[in-house]
C-alpha cells in the first residue's frame, strides 16, 4: 500500500514537472510570435529614391526647424482611368486614379533611400489628376501638408499631416470636412476652412498648430449668411474671414499708452518695410498725398509716405466679441461720444494717443483706431 502511494506521488511530480515544461514551452513560442508580430509591425520599408519620384503621383515639400523634407505619394494597387462624362469628381476627360496608396519620406540624410510612413489612410484613395489635391501652409513656423479627397459635389475631405520625430504624423484623428478646397494662411500662425453649416449658412473655421499635443486645435468658429463674403473669400486668395478673436480687457487702455492696438502684431512708430517683409498677404492704398494704408484682412496700419514709419492702427469690429457696453463696462465711459450720419465715434484718451471707436447707428462696433 505504502508503495502504490510513493508510486502515485511520483506521477504527480512527474506531471507537474511535464506542465511546467509544456507551459514554458508555449509562453516562450507565444512570446516569440509576439516578438515576431511586433518586428513585422514595425519594419521599416525602404525604397529606391529614384524609383519612387519617377512613381510618384504627387511630392510634397516640408520644412521643419530648417530642416528640409520631401513626402511623395505613390500608388500601391491603383488603377487609372478618363472621366466619360462629367460628374462630382471632375469634368470629361479628366484623369482619375484610385486605390491603396502609401506615403514616403526623404530628407538629405536618408541619401538615396526614402522610408515608408505608418499612417492610417483612407481606403480606397481617388485623387482627380487634373485638380488640386494638396497643399502646404507656413503655421507656427512648422510645414503643414493637407492631401484633399472627395466624391461629392461641394464638399472635400482635408486630411492634415505635419513632420514630428522624423516621421510623417497625423494632426487630426479623422479627416475634416470642407466646402472647398481653399485654405486661407493667417499671418503664418492660423490656418482657416469653410464648410457648409446648412442649406444658408457657411461656418467659417480658424485653426492653430497646438505644440504640445501636436494636433489642429480650433480657436474660432463663425458662421455667416453674408453670400458676397463668402464668394470673396473663394475667389480672393489673400482675403481670409478676420475671425472674432478678440476680447476687451483692462489691458486695452494699457497697450493703447504704449502704442499697441489689441489684435495688431506691431505699434504705432513700426517701419512698414519690417511688416511688409514678414506678411505678405496685404494690399496698400493711398488715401491722401502723405499718408497710405496697408490692409490686412484683420487690420490696417496707416503710414507716412515720406517716412515710412506707422501713424495709425486699426482693427474692424468684427474681430470683437463685445457689445459697445461691455467695453464701456471694462474702460469706462467714452470722453467723447458724437453722433454722426452712419453712426456713432467714441473717443478715449490713452496717454499720448487717442482710442477711436467706430460705431453703426444700431450701435454695433465697426472699428477700433488707434492714433497719436
Known amino acids: 500500500m505504502k508503495r502504490n502511494k510513493y508510486i502515485w506521488l511520483l506521477w504527480v511530480g512527474v506531471i507537474i514537472i511535464a ?3 509544456v507551459a514554458s514551452m508555449v509562453n516562450s513560442y507565444l512570446t516569440d510570435k509576439q516578438k515576431n508580430e511586433i518586428e513585422k509591425k514595425h519594419v521599416v520599408i525602404k525604397k529606391d529614391l529614384q524609383w519612387v519620384e519617377e512613381n510618384a503621383y504627387f511630392e510634397i515639400n516640408m520644412k521643419v526647424k530648417e ?4 513626402v511623395f505619394i505613390v500608388g500601391e494597387g491603383e488603377r487609372k482611368y478618363q472621366q466619360l462624362e462629367d460628374n462630382e469628381l471632375g469634368k470629361k476627360d479628366d484623369t482619375i486614379v484610385t486605390g491603396d496608396f502609401a506615403f514616403y519620406l526623404w530628407t538629405e540624410a536618408y541619401g538615396n533611400e526614402v522610408v515608408k510612413q505608418e499612417l492610417e489612410l483612407p481606403n480606397p484613395m481617388t485623387f482627380n489628376l487634373s485638380q488640386k489635391n494638396t497643399g502646404t501652409f507656413l503655421v507656427n513656423q512648422q510645414n503643414i501638408a493637407a492631401v ?7 464638399e472635400v475631405m482635408a486630411y ?9 504624423v497625423s494632426l487630426k484623428d479623422y479627416g475634416m470636412r470642407l466646402y472647398s478646397k481653399n485654405i486661407k494662411n493667417i499671418q503664418q500662425n492660423y490656418i482657416q476652412t469653410l464648410r457648409k453649416k446648412d442649406e444658408e449658412i457657411m461656418e467659417f473655421d480658424t485653426w492653430m498648430l497646438e505644440q504640445e499635443s501636436g494636433k489642429l486645435l480650433k480657436v ?3 458662421s455667416v449668411d453674408n453670400k458676397e463674403l463668402i464668394q470673396n473669400w473663394l475667389d480672393k486668395e489673400e482675403f481670409y474671414y478676420p475671425y472674432k478673436n478678440l476680447s476687451v480687457t483692462s489691458s486695452l487702455m494699457n497697450l493703447a499708452e504704449q502704442g499697441m492696438l489689441i489684435g495688431a502684431q506691431y505699434p504705432i512708430g513700426t517701419n512698414i518695410k519690417e511688416i511688409k517683409k514678414l506678411n505678405s498677404n496685404y494690399t496698400i492704398e493711398d488715401y491722401n498725398q502723405k499718408y497710405s494704408q496697408l490692409d490686412f484682412p484683420e487690420v490696417t496700419y496707416y503710414f507716412d509716405k515720406s517716412t515710412e514709419l506707422v501713424t495709425s492702427i486699426s482693427i474692424p469690429g468684427i474681430r470683437l466679441k463685445e457689445s459697445v457696453q461691455s467695453i464701456q463696462d471694462t474702460i469706462g465711459k467714452p470722453e467723447d461720444y458724437v453722433k454722426k450720419e452712419d453712426g456713432y465715434v467714441a473717443t478715449y484718451t490713452a496717454g499720448n494717443y487717442k482710442l477711436i471707436i467706430q460705431l453703426d447707428l444700431s450701435q454695433r462696433i465697426k472699428s477700433i483706431r488707434l492714433m497719436k
Open 67 to 70: 530642416r528640409e523634407y520631401q
Open 220 to 222: 474660432d468658429a463663425t
Open 160 to 168: 492634415f499631416y505635419t513632420i514630428h520625430g522624423e516621421k510623417l
Open 19 to 21: 506542465g511546467i515544461l
Open 148 to 154: 484633399f479627397q472627395g466624391k461629392e459635389a461641394n
